[in-house]
């Protein structure tokens, strides 16, 4: 399977445009594990933008989000000559509101202590990006990509799982 046949015009992006997008500009290089840039950027992204939406508004959103992801993080591998590069976050980025997917009535309802489910998020979702447990570590070798943002995609939908359970075992009362 050829991924780039779904996104031709990627080969049209400037360099500059395809790099900076793929690592956000310098903080894909900034300090030892610059994932956990964009993991914190993803926790952001995901407050300002997909919080607000209704469930479908979301998975539109997330599809998109998906799409120019690969889009972008396969054509900055071929770019800068390597596979998967550290300095390469949009997938970080991307997946951080797959954590969160359904959990916008708890985060309401638990007011002041909303900050607790994402905090939550953010270091479960650090924790399966970095140990890639359950088969995850196999996804990013899928070609270009798929295979950057597959694996962080499924350790969204790990962290999304887990926060789930907590909250419906105790909620507040657990984190």
Known sequence: MNPDKWHPWTAFVPSPIVTNLATLGPLGYLGKAPGTNGSVAGVILFTVMFYPLSPLGYLLMLALWIYLSIAFCGEAEKRLFKRDPGEIILD???????????????????????WLILLAGFGLFRLFDILKPLGIKQLQFMPGGLGVVADDLAAGVATCICLHLLVWLGGPYIL
């Open 92 to 114: 970080e980025v991307v997946a951080l509101p797959v954590c969160f997917i359904g959990l916008q009535p708890e985060i309401a309802a638990w007011g002041g202590w909303a």
